[in-house]
């Protein structure tokens, strides 16, 4: 989807980037773009990940105490009290595209200024042309595709090409015959089968349940569980990411969440097991259809390749469960990536590198 | 945390006592009280064993060998438990209650019997101070914990030697890598960066892929620019369309 013309015009006072030429420099970044967290790696070394969240100013006040700027990032979530937030990624995909009115330019804004601050985050030179390699959704619509494009260029990234972000995690780990890479995020869990070519529409699987719909499932049980607590979905969340596993440990995850304004200390061990488990079966059933439609003199080799990518691969004792759930397609080996949070940004730095540089100049914004 | 003190009857160096509280809030939910002594014929008994598994391998002479298979044999069998052991016992854990949390009770393991109790007891099995039923429920119990805690070394272990066997495997690929950057750079320190790589199987494919790549993204981009007269098939090989 275009941009409004009116909205494009406005924009282009903000930014100014150099355009990509064989006489200017060229600075390659790797970005993974997620519904929660946002990554990005750059050819000069500096990485950065950050909150997928944008906040302006709620009325005056806040705007004084804020200096008047828009947030972007974690300090979004520090300050969200005295903020209008937006997340401008919904499912893996930029929100804005199935939005209308205000509430689109909002989010459409909101995804430029997250584009725009990691571009800042690499730290280029004014001599500097971005060029940047971005992962979507396995199964991204080609209108968010083009969506990013535009966005990623009003935000001052001058060269952009789109890739499925668990590609891009293959390719960092050189991983690009018979495998699986299963990237798991906030809004989605994007499987794509690696057969030694670009993968294509049969050899890709989003699941939209991931991250958030474990919040989601977590925040019903523990209401269900003690509804004398209260709680935020930022508390839920923090509780998840510290203590999410699918095994049955001695370890009990306690919680602090006010009762009546009273701190009061409560065991959601069982509720967080719960509905992390609930993700197990959805993954493994994603991994049967591209294993099933796989040649079958290859079948076992994808199986025993499997990788495990993003946020909430670092669910503990994720590794045995999948491999358990494999039992019934004849077992399979699962293995974690060392970097989840920066994989496929590190992936996506990859391909921009070796990119050849005809290539970025003919991609010229 | 305070550190042991020496005068306490089970005084190790560089041990440290913790209040019950503390060993809550790390998620430690049952202690197993032992005493001094138990300690000490645990030990002892683990000293034998080691002493009997490598008195086969030891040239000595007959008598000698005979003394030590003695002396290691008479630790081997099992020490009763004496009334003094479990007073000791008993001390250690009201020292202990002393710092910790005064909500937390842990049961005495020698408590004042009750009426019924004592009925009970002089009932059941007389030969010792325990009767059948509270030995077979301390090996019940006994069981268990051994059991719950063989689970969580079991899955803890698993988990490890998986990242183990990951670092590894990296440790090594990295390794090769050194070692073929070395080996560039000893033949010809002036070669270009480009003719310090290392050419893989896949490098002939990885180009194939970045074109192929290159070519799905030129192909999104013009159908960006181009205008849209309805709905558009899907770009070959690049996720789903619209």
Same mark, same amino acid.
């Given at each position: 989807m275009k941009a409004p013309k009116k909205v494009q015009k406005n924009q282009q006072h903000d930014v100014k980037a150099p355009k990509v030429s064989s006489k200017t420099s060229l600075l390659h970044v790797g970005i993974d773009?997620?519904?929660?967290r946002s990554a990005i790696a750059s050819s000069n070394g500096s990485r950065e990940v950050m909150a997928s969240l944008v906040g302006w100013p709620k009325d005056s006040v806040s705007a004084k105490v804020l200096g008047g700027q828009t947030l972007v990032g974690d300090a979004v979530l520090k300050n969200r009290l005295a903020l209008n937030t937006c997340f401008p990624l919904k499912e893996g995909n930029l929100a804005y595209t199935r939005l209308s009115g205000s509430e689109q330019d909002l989010s459409r804004q909101a995804g430029v200024q997250l584009l725009a601050a990691l571009r800042k985050a690499c730290n280029p030179r004014p001599d500097q042309a971005v060029c940047a390699v971005i992962g979507a959704p396995a199964e991204a619509t080609r209108e968010n595709k083009q969506a990013i494009v535009d966005l990623a260029n009003e935000a001052g990234i001058e060269g952009v090409m789109v890739v499925s972000e668990p590609f891009a995690v293959a390719y960092a780990l050189d991983a690009l015959e018979n495998s699986i890479v299963i990237d798991i995020g906030a809004g989605t869990i994007d499987l794509c089968r690696m057969? *030694?070519?670009?993968? *294509?529409v049969e050899d890709q699987v989003t699941v939209f349940r991931a991250g958030n719909y474990v919040d989601q499932r977590l925040a019903e049980l523990v209401r269900e569980a003690h509804p004398e607590v209260q709680f935020t979905s930022n508390m839920i969340k923090m509780a998840k990411e510290r203590f999410s596993s699918v095994i049955d440990t001695q370890k009990r995850a306690i919680v602090t969440f006010p009762n009546a304004g009273r701190p009061t200390p409560v065991d959601i061990t069982d509720q967080i097991r719960s509905a992390v488990e609930e993700l197990v079966p959805w993954i493994t059933a994603a991994i049967q259809t591209l294993v099933a439609s796989f040649d079958p003199e290859f079948q076992h080799l994808i199986r025993n390749r499997i990788i495990v990518s993003g946020?909430?691969?670092?669910?503990?004792?994720l590794q045995e469960a999948l491999e358990q759930g494999l039992e019934s397609l004849g077992g399979g080996r699962v293995m974690i990536v060392d970097d989840p949070v920066y994989a496929g940004a590190q992936g996506a730095l990859k391909l921009a590198q070796e990119m050849p540089t005809e290539y970025w100049t003919r991609m010229r914004g | 945390m305070k550190p042991d003190s020496a005068d306490s009857p089970l005084s190790i160096p560089n041990s440290s006592v913790l209040p019950l509280q503390e060993l809550q809030d790390m998620g430690i939910q049952k202690l197993r009280v032992v005493t001094t002594a138990q300690l000490r014929d645990t030990a002892r008994r683990a000293v034998s064993r080691a002493l009997l598994e490598l008195l086969n391998g030891l040239e000595l002479p007959a008598e000698q060998h005979q003394q030590i298979l003695a002396r290691a044999k008479q630790y081997m069998s099992p020490t009763i438990e004496t009334a003094a052991d479990r007073e000791e016992a008993t001390e250690v854990l009201k020292e202990d209650r002393e710092v910790t949390d005064p909500r937390i009770k842990v049961p005495s393991p020698v408590s004042q019997p009750t009426p019924a109790a004592a009925q009970q007891a002089s009932a059941s099995?007389?030969?010792?101070?325990?009767?059948k039923r509270e030995k077979a429920l301390l090996i019940q119990l006994s069981k268990l914990i051994a059991r719950d805690w063989r689970t969580e070394l079991a899955t803890v272990r698993n988990t490890q030697n998986t990242q183990v066997e990951r670092l590894e495997m990296r440790i090594e690929e990295l390794t090769l890598a050194l070692q073929a950057t070395d080996h560039a750079i000893a033949v010809n320190g002036d070669l270009d960066i480009d003719q310090l790589e290392v050419k893989s199987p896949f490098d002939h494919k990885k180009s194939e892929l970045l074109d192929q790549l290159f070519q799905a993204n030129v192909a999104l981009r013009e159908l960006s620019e181009a205008p849209q007269p309805g709905d558009l098939p899907s770009l070959p090989r690049e996720g789903r369309s619209s």
């Amino acid at each position: 989807m275009k941009a409004p013309k009116k909205v494009q015009k406005n924009q282009q006072h903000d930014v100014k980037a150099p355009k990509v030429s064989s006489k200017t420099s060229l600075l390659h970044v790797g970005i993974d773009l997620g519904t929660s967290r946002s990554a990005i790696a750059s050819s000069n070394g500096s990485r950065e990940v950050m909150a997928s969240l944008v906040g302006w100013p709620k009325d005056s006040v806040s705007a004084k105490v804020l200096g008047g700027q828009t947030l972007v990032g974690d300090a979004v979530l520090k300050n969200r009290l005295a903020l209008n937030t937006c997340f401008p990624l919904k499912e893996g995909n930029l929100a804005y595209t199935r939005l209308s009115g205000s509430e689109q330019d909002l989010s459409r804004q909101a995804g430029v200024q997250l584009l725009a601050a990691l571009r800042k985050a690499c730290n280029p030179r004014p001599d500097q042309a971005v060029c940047a390699v971005i992962g979507a959704p396995a199964e991204a619509t080609r209108e968010n595709k083009q969506a990013i494009v535009d966005l990623a260029n009003e935000a001052g990234i001058e060269g952009v090409m789109v890739v499925s972000e668990p590609f891009a995690v293959a390719y960092a780990l050189d991983a690009l015959e018979n495998s699986i890479v299963i990237d798991i995020g906030a809004g989605t869990i994007d499987l794509c089968r690696m057969a *030694g070519s670009l993968p *294509g529409v049969e050899d890709q699987v989003t699941v939209f349940r991931a991250g958030n719909y474990v919040d989601q499932r977590l925040a019903e049980l523990v209401r269900e569980a003690h509804p004398e607590v209260q709680f935020t979905s930022n508390m839920i969340k923090m509780a998840k990411e510290r203590f999410s596993s699918v095994i049955d440990t001695q370890k009990r995850a306690i919680v602090t969440f006010p009762n009546a304004g009273r701190p009061t200390p409560v065991d959601i061990t069982d509720q967080i097991r719960s509905a992390v488990e609930e993700l197990v079966p959805w993954i493994t059933a994603a991994i049967q259809t591209l294993v099933a439609s796989f040649d079958p003199e290859f079948q076992h080799l994808i199986r025993n390749r499997i990788i495990v990518s993003g946020g909430g691969s670092q669910v503990f004792g994720l590794q045995e469960a999948l491999e358990q759930g494999l039992e019934s397609l004849g077992g399979g080996r699962v293995m974690i990536v060392d970097d989840p949070v920066y994989a496929g940004a590190q992936g996506a730095l990859k391909l921009a590198q070796e990119m050849p540089t005809e290539y970025w100049t003919r991609m010229r914004g | 945390m305070k550190p042991d003190s020496a005068d306490s009857p089970l005084s190790i160096p560089n041990s440290s006592v913790l209040p019950l509280q503390e060993l809550q809030d790390m998620g430690i939910q049952k202690l197993r009280v032992v005493t001094t002594a138990q300690l000490r014929d645990t030990a002892r008994r683990a000293v034998s064993r080691a002493l009997l598994e490598l008195l086969n391998g030891l040239e000595l002479p007959a008598e000698q060998h005979q003394q030590i298979l003695a002396r290691a044999k008479q630790y081997m069998s099992p020490t009763i438990e004496t009334a003094a052991d479990r007073e000791e016992a008993t001390e250690v854990l009201k020292e202990d209650r002393e710092v910790t949390d005064p909500r937390i009770k842990v049961p005495s393991p020698v408590s004042q019997p009750t009426p019924a109790a004592a009925q009970q007891a002089s009932a059941s099995d007389s030969d010792g101070p325990l009767g059948k039923r509270e030995k077979a429920l301390l090996i019940q119990l006994s069981k268990l914990i051994a059991r719950d805690w063989r689970t969580e070394l079991a899955t803890v272990r698993n988990t490890q030697n998986t990242q183990v066997e990951r670092l590894e495997m990296r440790i090594e690929e990295l390794t090769l890598a050194l070692q073929a950057t070395d080996h560039a750079i000893a033949v010809n320190g002036d070669l270009d960066i480009d003719q310090l790589e290392v050419k893989s199987p896949f490098d002939h494919k990885k180009s194939e892929l970045l074109d192929q790549l290159f070519q799905a993204n030129v192909a999104l981009r013009e159908l960006s620019e181009a205008p849209q007269p309805g709905d558009l098939p899907s770009l070959p090989r690049e996720g789903r369309s619209s």
